[in-house]
């Protein structure tokens, strides 16, 4: 009887011992693998579990219950909450600011910015912070009223002025090569940007702003204002604007409650007026 160290496999051969070895390897590695492939399938229905889940709770939970608009004076709350897309049930998160402003530059040319800001606590909501364009004056052009915003987009252009603008300043302005609305104006002439925007700030912030009915800026070298109806201001170009205005305030002083005519200011040195 042979005894094999208390072992009680018996090889007839050592090929059958190697052989038997390689055999119970094999099997441990496929085990191995079939413990790895499984653990791997159980991550994967865990992430897919949790995002499925993740979806369901933004879509259940984080409901908006509330949708406010601010900084509105020339459109609706109820325009602009309808423009954007979305109402009181939707998830708060596919609420999205750049696709807000996105979706109301088109039709909405009124409105310079809009901010979102997000409320996740129950009940849920959405604020939408607007600025809107401020206008700076009109003037006709081919037909139709145009309205420019002070910081110079062409903020409506139809055929006639809405009520909402009819207290914008009125113009004469120079060659337009390009009028539309949403968009910058360009004049025929670069530098006429530049001079009508400093002519008008100087205007909007003079003593006498609340009585301009009109401002004649054809051609920057001669510039008119229509005050009330009462006077009719030259000022030539905007050289010494300034001064200026100071000698039409000194003029206007010196007048008649009821007097009528034109004031020149052209040469401050030598303003003078003539009644009507």
Do not use: W
């Not at 094999?4 to 050592?14: A, D, Q, T, Y």
């Not at 094999?26 to 085990?31: E, Q, V, Y």
């Not at 933004?58 to 109402?87: C, K, N, P, Q, W």
């Not at 606590?121 to 037909?143: M, N, Q, R």
């Amino acid at each position: 009887m042979n005894e094999n160290n208390g072992n009680n496999n018996h090889f007839s051969s050592k090929e059958e011992m190697i052989k038997a070895i390689n055999t119970g390897s094999k099997s441990n590695m496929g085990s191995s693998r079939k413990r790895a492939s499984a653990l791997i399938l159980a991550i994967v229905i865990g992430v897919a579990v949790l995002v499925i889940a993740l979806g369901v709770a933004a879509y259940t939970v984080f409901r908006i219950t509330e949708i406010e608009v601010e900084g509105l004076e020339y459109y609706s709350s109820e325009d602009i909450i309808e423009a954007i897309g979305i109402e009181v049930g939707d998830s708060i998160f596919f609420a999205n600011e750049k696709r807000f402003a996105k979706r109301l530059a088109g039709d909405f040319p009124m409105i310079y910015s809009l901010k979102l800001e997000k409320k996740y606590e129950y009940p849920s909501g959405i604020k939408l912070i607007v600025t809107e364009e401020e206008p700076s004056y009109s003037f006709d052009y081919a037909g139709e009223c145009a309205v420019v915003s002070k910081k110079g987009k062409i903020i409506y252009l139809g055929k006639t002025i809405p009520e909402k603008f009819s207290g914008v300043m009125k113009m004469n302005v120079p060659e337009v090569s390009l009028a539309v609305e949403g968009e910058v104006i360009k004049y025929r002439d670069d530098t006429d940007v530049e001079a009508v925007e400093e002519v008008l700030t100087k205007l909007r912030e003079c003593t006498f702003k609340e009585q301009i009915a009109f401002v004649d800026m054809k051609s920057r070298f001669d510039i008119k204002v229509k005050y009330g109806d009462r006077f009719t201001i030259l000022f030539g170009d905007r050289t010494d604007f300034d001064v200026k205005l100071k000698f039409v305030d000194g003029i206007i002083e010196t007048l008649e409650k009821g007097e009528k005519g034109t004031i020149n200011v052209k040469n401050p040195k030598k303003a003078y007026f003539i009644e009507e």
